[in-house]
């Protein structure tokens, strides 16, 4: 089974989701992407920009993100993949998903909010911390439903 994992500029929430579902299940692969990434394509020359705060909550799960390349959604990703998961508020995806994902009956949302860009990083790094706990809790439970009743047991959190 191939899993797409789509947010806005796969910089944390899509990412953090790959990385989760790649490391906790063997029988199944995932990729992440994002609708806008070329802003930070440009600015950073395909590497993941200092968020420290992403790569301060995965590196306490054991996972180091701070060198994967950015991605960006296109249609043959979205043709490969057997399910595809957007990760971002209802109103972003109304507004910025492409039709191509939007029209796909693999699509499904998981509603959880863009922290990026607020001011004080202890406030940042707690909501990231957040985020990165929701989108772990999503992950298992898609591989659950994935695997039916096999005796997946995550180990991280």
Not at 46 to 56: L, S, T
Not at 97 to 113: T, V
């Amino acid at each position: 089974m191939r899993i797409l994992f789509v947010c806005k500029y796969n910089i944390s929430r899509s990412r953090m989701a790959e990385f989760f579902f790649n490391k906790l299940t063997k029988n199944n692969y995932a990729e992440s992407c994002g609708v806008y990434p070329y802003y930070y394509l440009k600015k950073y020359h395909a590497r993941v920009p200092k968020w420290e705060p992403v790569i301060r909550v995965m590196k306490e799960q054991g996972i180091d993100v701070s060198k994967s390349l950015i991605k960006k959604a296109d249609k043959s990703k979205v043709k490969d993949a057997d399910i595809i998961i957007v990760i971002m508020e209802k109103s972003m995806a109304d507004k910025d998903l492409p039709n191509y994902i939007k029209k796909s009956k693999k699509f499904k949302l998981w509603e959880i909010r863009d922290i990026r860009g607020t001011s004080k990083f202890d406030y940042q790094y707690n909501k990231y911390k957040e985020n990165r706990d929701k989108i772990f809790s999503l992950v298992v439970n898609l591989i659950k439903s994935l695997d039916g009743k096999s005796r997946f047991s995550p180990k991280l959190l």
